[in-house]
């Protein structure tokens, strides 16, 4: 039982910290403490990637609409998601500071092929889909040198800043957040808080931190479009009814 409580600690912490936690009970260790946060931290974001983004792609199937979801800030949303994760991948981090790259990619892939499928491209969702896997095939089997890699992850900070404020301006222009699923948007401005202290504990990589601070300022603006716009009908929209009155639009409440 010793043994197995020792391998299941030193998981989450080093040797180390295990002697200081578990021998010499100093409790009061910071940089432990930090150490132990940050991959505790990670884990759950991990565990709660493999959800995050379920809740939207539910909605698009539900409604059988990809309605107020600009596909261009999808795509480059993934892109900058794929940067990331194949960077960290080839740089042999931590997959408690990555892996939810991982989930988020396979999810966001899903979002961006339904979209097209229901705005009646199913062709290019298919090919779409293909060509996606040929790309981190390549970017994660030895074929892109680390040097390209490095200038990739460096191009992800405007990328993924663009893809966010397309989908704010599309919102923006709609007077509503349109099929963007609220638990969805929670989760991934919380994710990003959390994984700037992650990554300056795991890695300490400027230029991830970075793309985390900038991740997080676009994720607080859909956040803060989505409360604005929370029970707003969309601008423009249809009266219905011969008194002539505005139909009340779907509610977010049942995200």
């Not at 990670?42 to 199937?61: E, F, H």
């Not at 990555?98 to 961006?112: M, N, R």
Request: hydrophobic share 45%; with cysteine; proline share 3%.
């Amino acid at each position: 039982m010793t043994d197995l409580i020792r391998k299941g600690a030193l998981f989450l912490m080093s040797e180390k910290c295990y002697d200081n936690y578990f021998l010499e009970h100093n409790f009061l260790d910071i940089p432990c403490f930090k150490a132990l946060l940050s991959k505790g931290l990670g884990l759950a974001i991990i565990a709660g990637s493999v959800l995050v983004k379920v809740p939207q792609v539910l909605k698009i199937l539900n409604s059988k609409s990809g309605e107020g979801i600009n596909i261009v800030g999808v795509v480059l949303d993934l892109l900058a998601i794929s940067f990331h994760l194949s960077y960290n991948f080839m740089h042999g981090y931590p997959f408690s500071a990555w892996g939810d790259s991982t989930f988020l990619a396979i999810q966001t892939v899903a979002i961006a092929v339904l979209v097209l499928y229901f705005n009646g491209r199913k062709l290019q969702s298919g090919l779409f889909l293909v060509g996606y896997i040929i790309l981190m095939y390549v970017l994660n089997s030895g074929l892109t040198p680390m040097s390209a890699l490095f200038t990739i992850q460096s191009c992800n900070i405007p990328i993924l800043l663009v893809g966010k404020l397309s989908q704010a301006f599309t919102n923006f222009k709609a007077g509503s957040t349109g099929q963007l699923s609220a638990a969805t948007v929670i989760m991934m401005f919380a994710g990003s808080v959390a994984r700037i202290f992650t990554s300056i504990q795991e890695t300490g990589d400027t230029m991830i931190i970075v793309t985390f601070v900038a991740s997080t300022f676009a994720n607080a603006v859909i956040l803060g479009q989505l409360i604005y716009y929370w029970d707003k009908p969309p601008t423009g929209a249809v009266k219905g009814g011969k008194d002539g009155k505005a139909k009340k639009p779907k509610s977010k409440k049942d995200d």
